[in-house]
């Protein structure tokens, strides 16, 4: 995660990657913080992040493969997200490989201005199944790079701000106007935002842009409001 946006690694990173001596790390494909799994007494025990998308990610990708060992194949999905450009023209964009699609398959649905390419692979192991998607991954982001914000199941474009916010350790904040505080409230719905919003100021007026925000009255009226 660190080494992908050239990072260097934190305490508290380092606090994320903690797991039990004697159990299983599991992987988390939607946030920092691993899983363990640990066998006492003759029960499981699962340990996952609070959070519903990383938790419902981790049991999909990491959870039923580790509690179905005995199957001959296992299966792994990725979730690729793409803003800004149409469903239709995604596919033209990756048609020969949908044509061709084997191994992993590709899938595209949209909702709400978000499409998302889901892979899936099936090998005999999760390494060998990680290796297929990297390579199925590298191929679809050499033609989509632009449009592409993030990869995980139900990831939004601002979940992805705020991760990659609180990554760098970088704060946001908002001068409103017509919106009327719609931008914070759309940070605020997110679990862990007090750590990088600041907050938002709504000035509608233009004298409330001069006298609050420091807005120049020469900007507003070459401008706008």
């Not at 599991?26 to 003759?42: D, E, T, V, Y």
């Not at 048609?95 to 992993?104: R, W």
């Not at 999760?126 to 995980?152: H, K, S, V």
């Not at 505080?181 to 990088?196: H, K």
């Amino acid at each position: 995660h660190y080494q992908k946006r050239h990072i260097a690694l934190t305490d508290k990173g380092k606090q994320m990657a903690y797991a039990f001596k004697r159990g299983v790390t599991l992987g988390n494909p939607r946030g920092q913080a691993c899983g363990s799994a640990i066998k006492k007494k003759g029960h499981t025990y699962i340990f996952l992040p609070g959070f519903p998308h990383e938790l419902e990610a981790m049991w999909r990708e990491s959870v039923v493969p580790y509690l179905n060992p005995s199957q001959e194949e296992v299966m792994t999905s990725r979730y690729l997200n793409f803003y800004g450009i149409f469903e239709s023209a995604l596919a033209d964009k990756l048609d020969d490989l949908i044509v061709h699609q084997e191994n992993p398959t590709l899938a595209i649905y949209s909702a709400e201005g978000i499409v998302t390419v889901r892979l899936t692979a099936k090998g005999e192991c999760l390494e060998a199944n990680a290796e297929i998607l990297e390579d199925m991954t590298r191929q679809i982001l050499d033609r989509l790079a632009p449009y592409y914000f993030g990869e995980g199941y139900g990831l939004t474009p601002v979940k992805a701000l705020l991760d990659d916010l609180m990554a760098k350790h970088q704060t946001l904040s908002f001068a409103e106007s017509l919106t009327g505080g719609m931008a914070g409230e759309r940070i605020v719905n997110y679990s862990g935002a007090s750590r990088v919003f600041q907050g938002s100021l709504v000035a509608y007026t233009a004298e409330a842009k001069q006298r609050v925000i420091g807005v120049e009255a020469k900007t507003i009226e070459s401008v706008g409001m």
